[in-house]
């Protein structure tokens, strides 16, 4: 028997289309939940992925429902490429029975495994363990299946970086290292905060491909994520692509964010924004047309509101549902 | 002299005066200055921590004392060990508790072990500050009352104080004990008010606090849920029983003393808790009661713990997790056998 190894492919028009359809989505609902929250209406607090849609999407636009992905604290944008329903995620973050985890999780735990989406995470590090889990089941299970593990600049100097990727190195196991840069851990700069001057620097350490990508290129990022996703279906082990980003909001809803210049702001927010940019594109190479992408922009405002009316609408889980889900069984 | 200041002032305050008075106390942690090598931002933009509570430290002490650490906490909380060991005071931050995962070994196995393992000829003078408390939205991984997990090691302090007057001078006391201490501050306390003391001044680690004296029954009740526990006092009150209220304050050393007179004198005892209940601080000062005051009781001892669950995120759900004071008055009703108090 032959096996037909995965090869690489070019952008087509319908992988755009979702493309760009998921960036806005993900830009459309964290503008909607930045604006709700500043009215008090959210429980809790919230980390907004804003500015960061072309890592998400561009990794996940390689991936079906049996590859897994662990996400950070900064999830929302990581759900949604991944394919979660927005209106199950937007009733989690109202704390709603209808939410993805039943509001027992929130914003920082939206959650939803039968589409491979393994969590966000309160735990900066919580994630690269957890991938190398998934994959490991890939890997002996035979599934084919790749485990992405995102991660910001500040998680890769917690300790759980270094034992999960050499982990997966040393195993060969189908994971996918995505360090989404985005210039700061909280208030702190990544280059304080780092020894090395790029996260995929430390690639070398464990013998596997480490990679800088713009971030803001939905279609670099995509390229990347293709090389290492069809090196780890072929058996060839783990990569290391780092992406280098930016937020658009504060490290959470409330941040005055003063460690940030106003050019680079100008620069990031405005000049290089990665759905700009990407419309520029799919346009230029004549993937889509004004006409279509204007349709989706529309759809996009629609599906996020009909979300905040769903989650609005739902009802807030029962007195019995508190002691729910601690266990399997116990006796 | 006392003036009125918030629970985060109160413990600001302490790390200021504790620093002026000794160069060997240091400041590290996760933006516990904020914005570390950033060129444009002034000392007094910097965050002083995530909820604030360190701001401003920076300004007078600069960055060689406050430092801004990576998200490493294996890493720092562990050097903070050895630097105790060797010379330094330092004070580190461990944002929320929950993140002990992090760093349990640095703790449990370093800093609480070194002096016992080297037959005393080591000492290990380190706090470490952190959050903890549920009531705040934050979920499963941000929420934990995680003291007992502490106070099962030996080697540890464990302190928790719940007013602004107390966190100042246990944490003056904490900072310049010989011996590492875990000090347990509950975000939801940041914002309260009390008179505090100007000045340098400590309370001693192992001397509970009766916060409201009262003969029918005794309440005692960790950080935060004194609170609790004296608004249910002062429901009580108007149905004439006087509730005893006791902050143990640390519970390592726990004042077993303070506990058990004050049990010898009402018969009866409520412990209340907000972490969760197995193996917690709540079952170990009933198993106190129950072994060295077992003659005083009158009733059987009462626990109001959360329950042996994650905390939720749902605001509906986390509000039905903690303890309140209709949760104690219906307990207090069963205890003395008198169904009228809990009608309103
Ligand atoms: C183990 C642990 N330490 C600290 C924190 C607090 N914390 C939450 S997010 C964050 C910054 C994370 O920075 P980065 O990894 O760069 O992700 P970004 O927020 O930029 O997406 C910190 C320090 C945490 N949640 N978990
Ligand atoms: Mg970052």
Redesign the interface.
Same mark, same amino acid.
Not at chain 1, 121 to 125: C, K, Q, T
Not at chain 1, 157 to 160: D, E, I, R, V
């Given at each position: 028997m032959t096996v037909m190894k995965p090869e690489m492919k070019s952008l087509t028009r319908e992988k755009a289309k979702w493309m760009y359809e998921k960036m806005c989505e993900i830009r459309q609902f964290e503008d909607k939940v930045h604006e709700i929250f500043s009215k008090g209406v959210l $429980?809790?607090?919230v980390h907004l992925y804003a500015g960061e849609e072309a890592v998400a999407v561009g990794v996940c636009a390689h991936l079906d429902e049996k590859d897994s992905i662990t996400s950070t604290h900064r999830g929302h944008g990581h759900c949604i490429a991944k394919g979660c329903d927005l209106n199950g995620m937007m009733a989690e973050i109202y704390?709603? +029975?209808t939410g993805l985890?039943k509001?027992?999780?929130?914003s920082?735990?939206i959650a939803d495994v039968e589409k491979g989406m393994l969590g966000a995470?309160?735990?900066?590090?919580g994630g690269f363990p957890l991938a190398v889990g998934a994959a490991l089941t890939a890997k002996l299970k035979k599934t084919g299946a790749v485990a992405v593990c995102f991660f910001g600049d500040? =998680?890769n100097?917690?300790?759980?970086f270094h034992e999960g990727i050499n982990l997966a190195a040393i195993w060969k196991l189908p994971v996918i290292f995505v360090a989404e840069n985005n210039g700061y851990?909280?208030?702190?700069?990544f +280059?304080? =905060?780092?020894s090395c001057k790029n996260i995929a620097d430390r690639a070398i350490a464990y013998n596997i491909p480490g990679e800088i990508v713009d971030g803001k290129d939905v279609v670099a990022v995509y390229e990347a994520a293709e090389r290492a996703i069809l090196r780890a279906r072929n058996g060839e082990g783990p990569t290391l692509i780092e992406c280098k980003t930016y937020r658009n909001y504060g490290h959470f809803e409330g941040d005055?964010q003063?460690?940030k210049?106003a050019e680079e702001k100008e620069k990031h927010i405005k000049e290089w924004d990665a759905i700009a940019k990407f419309r520029r594109y799919v346009l230029s190479q004549q993937l889509l047309t004004e006409q279509e992408l204007h349709e989706i922009e529309r759809k996009v405002i629609e599906t996020v509101k009909n979300a905040v009316e769903f989650a609005e609408q739902s009802p807030? $889980?029962q =007195?019995e549902?508190?002691?729910k889900d601690?266990y399997v069984s116990y006796q | 002299m006392t003036r009125k200041i918030s629970f985060s002032e109160a413990i600001n305050e302490a790390m200021k005066l504790a620093m002026r008075k000794d160069e060997n106390v240091i400041l590290l942690g996760e933006d516990v200055a904020g914005g570390a090598a950033v060129d444009h931002l002034q000392d007094d933009e910097a965050w002083g921590g995530v909820m604030g509570v360190t701001k401003g430290l920076v300004q007078e002490f600069g960055r060689d004392r406050v430092l801004d650490t990576p998200i490493a906490e294996a890493g720092y909380i562990g050097a903070s060990v050895t630097a105790a060991a060797t010379g330094l005071r330092p004070i580190a931050e461990l944002m929320f508790n929950d993140f002990i995962g992090s760093c349990l070994d640095e703790v449990m196995n370093q800093a609480a072990k070194l002096r016992y393992m080297f037959g005393g000829k080591a000492k290990v003078p380190l706090t470490i500050r952190t959050m903890h408390g549920a009531g705040f939205r934050a979920a499963a991984q941000h929420s934990q009352s995680l003291y007992a997990l502490f106070t099962h090691i030996p080697g540890l302090k464990v302190v928790i104080p719940s007013t602004p007057q107390d966190a100042k001078g246990l944490l003056l006391s904490s900072i310049f004990d010989d011996d590492p201490v875990i000090f347990f501050e509950d975000k939801t306390l940041y914002n309260m008010k009390g008179e505090v003391e100007e000045g340098f001044y400590t309370i001693p680690i192992g001397k509970a606090d009766i916060k409201r004296e009262g003969s029918d029954l005794t309440i005692v009740a960790i950080g935060k849920q004194v609170h609790t526990a004296l608004k249910a006092a002062n429901m009580l009150a108007d149905k004439g029983i006087e509730a005893e209220v006791v902050d143990p304050r640390s519970l390592s050393p726990l004042d077993e003393e303070t506990i058990l007179s004050s049990v010898a004198k009402t018969g009866r005892l409520i412990v209340i808790d907000e972490a969760n209940p197995r193996c917690s601080a709540a079952t170990d000062i009933s198993a106190l009661v129950a072994d060295k005051g077992f003659d005083y009781l009158d009733a059987p001892i009462k626990m109001i713990t959360a329950p042996h669950s994650p905390v939720p995120f749902s605001p509906v759900l986390e509000d039905l997790y903690l303890p309140t004071p209709e949760k104690v008055l219906k307990v207090v009703a069963e205890m003395i056998g008198d169904e009228t108090i809990v009608t309103v």
């Open positions: $429980p809790g607090f704390g709603k +029975a985890c509001g027992k999780g929130g920082m735990h995470n309160g735990i900066v590090g500040g =998680a100097n917690h300790g759980t851990a909280e208030a702190t700069p +280059a304080y =905060a780092s005055a003063k460690y210049t807030f $889980p =007195a549902d508190l002691l601690v | -």
